[in-house]
């Protein structure tokens, strides 16, 4: 079964990330996210650049993954949605990702986006995004929410021994 990654980043060891710390504390604790698909190719969109994909690892301890298990159809579909993106040279909007932050309505031009509406987008062109979501008023902590309610993260249990005598 395909799965696709969605990899959130919490700045709290980003020591010249001002930007970063700002977004993550208005919305802890993460202020980017980029989906990645089982060939290592990324889709993401930073400050001031253009939609990429690229392939990247996620070594540092300051990424969180939430894996998608999907079929070969959405996979498809997804992975076509972010080449997309990355071909038509979409720009990041400043404008609408500091309104997802507050809440705000914007226009919604196709041609400008930030990374958390790209990375939903992304997925909800593979079926794989609540039908009641918009995209354009999630921050990265709101999508990695948003995803733990479709695709629940486990938490690793751990056991004491407790001794009766």
């Not at 001002?18 to 504390?25: A, E, F, P, Q, T």
């Amino acid at each position: 079964m395909p799965k696709v990654c969605v990899w959130f980043y919490n700045p709290c060891n980003d020591t010249s990330g001002l930007i970063n710390k700002l977004v993550s504390r208005l919305d802890p604790p993460f202020c980017h996210c980029e989906v990645q698909f089982q060939d290592g190719q990324a889709c993401s969109i930073y400050m001031g650049c253009k939609a990429v994909m690229k392939c990247r690892s996620f070594e540092s301890s300051c990424y969180t993954p939430v894996v998608l298990d999907c079929s070969g159809p959405e996979y498809d579909a997804m992975y076509a949605c972010a080449r997309t993106y990355a071909d038509s040279a979409v720009s990041f909007s400043t404008l609408k990702m500091t309104a997802s932050l507050m809440w705000l309505p914007t226009p919604t031009p196709e041609r400008h986006t930030f990374c958390s509406e790209l990375c939903a987008n992304v997925i909800r062109a593979g079926g794989r995004m609540l039908a009641n979501v918009e995209p354009a008023k999630l921050t990265p902590s709101g999508l990695h929410r948003v995803l733990a309610e479709i695709e629940p993260v486990p938490v690793p249990l751990t056991a004491v021994a407790i001794d009766f005598k």
